[in-house]
């Protein structure tokens, strides 16, 4: 569990299904995503996988509505997710981030203080020496993200992959952009 000043990241319950649904369900969240937006019984299952894959946390409130949760820290609300998993071969140290806030939860740099903590965990705890991140480039508030927490863009891919497909069934290739940080340029000056 990490804290921060405003956010505990946790891992995930399998009771988190219905803060996932809240952001999961919605189309416009999951527009860049590899998958498409969940049913109520897919994020009873995600929130069941996610609680077995370490590579994902779950970004919690301290405060439940405002109000400061009487119960305990992890019992806030879950507002977001965090996927930080290391790449093959392991010998490379490479670590990929991505992340997915809930709308409502949007624009309060919730995204970037949760990102700061677990990328300081992986620099200083975790021996990672490199983590990378890749982003539509349309997907303006994700690399936004990425500059803010000082990663380097180092590529665009041209028609570089696609997740999803027209109505005829034809790809609709998209292109990336590579951002990535070196453990030496860590902390961000
Ligand atoms: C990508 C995503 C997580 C970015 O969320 P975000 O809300 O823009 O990022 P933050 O939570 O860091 O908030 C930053 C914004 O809050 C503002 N802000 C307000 N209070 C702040 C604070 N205390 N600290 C930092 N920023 C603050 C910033 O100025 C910034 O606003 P701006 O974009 O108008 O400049 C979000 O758009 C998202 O979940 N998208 C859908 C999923 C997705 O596409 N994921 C990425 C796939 S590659």
Redesign the pocket.
Known sequence: MLETDRLILRRFHKDDWQDLYEYLSDEA?????PYGAFTEEECKQAAISRANQEFFWAICLKERGGEVDPIAQAAGKLI?NIYFQQQNPPDFMCWSL????N?RY????????SCQAIMEHGFTKMHVRRIA????PE?T??W??LE?LGLRREGHFIKHKFFKRDAKGNPLWTDTYLYAMLAEEWPVK
């Open positions: 969240v999951v527009r860049y995503e977001g991505g992340y997915v806030l709308p949007q624009g309060q740099g919730y995204a970037t203080e991140a890749m982003c539509n997907n508030p994700s936004r993200l803010r």
